[in-house]
């Protein structure tokens, strides 16, 4: 039986009341079978995969009562799938085209992204056993078909679909999971037990290229573990970057702050500002007769990141500037009136003057401390200039709408 890629019509059999949720049951198995993608996930996870979407939130195919759509099929058309391509017939358990990858997460440095590292790691992977060749039976020992399943890899399971109608699946067989057949403990392998494989240790080496971003995946094609009949997978390394205490990357460029004294803000400066990821010191001399003022950047260009793929470009370097005033110390070292004659005057009085002015103690504090201190509602205070009372919970507040006497409101005495 073969199907065109046109949407399957509703059967048209109004005196079955069944028909409707038949017809369902049959478009969802044909919405599995039909793409190579479902199908996959079908063969790989099942009904349980189907019903979460292959684990990429795909459709919901629940309404199907766990049911398998080839059986569906078979129940509804009384045939097999074979000429639909998609008959699991004798199933021997999950077809799979390579083995499992192995996803694993790998710390690096900034460093490392800048310059390019080689790493090499001893690592335990399983491998085809080499006595057995991969069939986990000792010389020319045979297996013999599962008991259980008959020799199917899989058993029948019934399922209630709904009331008075009950339907039926296949599940992989518990006792040989899934292939039919079971090597008796005498006629196991005895290096590998009768498991197919063996654990082996290896040495391998993984290149982190320049300019490689955080996230990134570096893949050692056919490094996972093997298995009889399929090749290997592959192992995954996810790169993830440490937090460095000087430079912050945003895609090619980087971004610092360097401390300079105000000596050089007011007056410019030549030396090497930063130390950069490759050791190299970076020399920088600021324009004569510039002021740098506090939150000033500068940009270096060239100084940034390799760009991956293409190490000899580079992003930029941004560098922020913070001035370091001097020490109180260093006042009681130099002529406070010869610097006052030197640095630009100081504001004038304001003008006109306010008529009431008030001298208030100096004190530091830390703004900081200021802005993490929530305002609480609940505490008020009295203003004495104005007569009102701010802040307070709800009920301390009067409405004179609210006075049920209609009394004018008492004035307060001047």
């Not at 795909?58 to 398998?68: E, I, S, V």
């Not at 099929?73 to 639909?84: T, V």
Request: a negative charge; hydrophobic letters at 30%.
């Amino acid at each position: 039986m073969t199907f065109s890629g046109s949407p399957l019509l509703p059967p048209k059999n109004p005196d079955d009341p069944s028909a409707h949720q038949r017809f369902q049951e049959m478009a969802s198995a044909y919405e599995i079978l039909s793409t190579s993608d479902t199908r996959e996930i079908y063969d790989m996870y099942g009904m349980e995969g189907m019903s979460r979407g292959g684990g990429g939130g795909g459709p919901d195919f629940g309404g199907m009562g766990g049911m398998d759509p080839a059986d569906i099929f078979a129940e509804l058309f009384g045939a097999s799938m074979g000429g639909f391509g998609f008959d699991h017939g004798p199933s021997r358990g999950p077809r799979r085209s390579k083995g499992q990858d192995s996803n694993i997460p790998y710390e690096v440095t900034l460093e490392d992204l800048y310059n390019g590292k080689t790493v090499k790691m001893n690592m335990e992977k399983e491998v085809v056993c080499g006595i057995c060749k991969g069939s986990g039976a000792k010389g020319s020992a045979k297996p013999k078909p599962c008991v259980k399943c008959e020799g199917k890899g899989w058993t029948t399971v019934t399922t209630a679909l709904g009331p008075s109608r009950l339907g039926t699946h296949r599940a992989m067989c518990s006792e040989c999971e899934g292939h039919g057949e079971k090597l008796r403990e005498k006629d196991r392998c005895k290096k590998c037990k009768g498991n197919k494989t063996v654990k082996d240790k290896t040495r391998q080496e993984i290149y982190i290229e320049r300019g490689m971003a955080d996230r990134q995946r570096v893949v050692l094609a056919g490094g996972g573990d093997e298995e009889p009949g399929i090749p290997p997978g592959d192992v995954i390394f996810t790169l993830k970057t440490r937090p460095h205490e000087s430079f912050e990357r945003s895609g090619n460029d980087l971004l610092t702050t360097v401390h300079i004294t105000l000596s050089e803000a007011l007056l410019g400066f030549s030396r090497i500002l930063i130390t950069h990821l490759d050791g190299r010191g970076v020399h920088v001399s600021s324009p004569a007769g510039k002021i740098l003022k506090p939150g000033d950047s500068i940009i270096l260009r060239g100084e940034g990141m390799p760009v991956y793929k293409n190490p000899d470009q580079k992003g930029n370097l941004y560098v922020m500037l913070e001035i370091d005033m001097p020490e109180e110390s260093w006042l009681k070292t130099i002529d406070t009136k010869a610097l006052a004659g030197l640095l630009p005057p100081k504001k004038p009085e304001m003008d006109p003057k306010p008529a009431v002015v008030d001298e208030v103690p100096f004190e530091e504090s830390d703004i900081v401390d200021v802005r993490a201190t929530p305002f609480n509602a609940s505490s008020s205070f009295f203003d004495h200039a104005s007569g009102f009372q701010f802040g307070g919970d709800e009920e301390d507040w009067e409405d004179d709408e609210d006075d049920d006497d209609g009394a004018e409101p008492e004035c307060r005495p001047q």
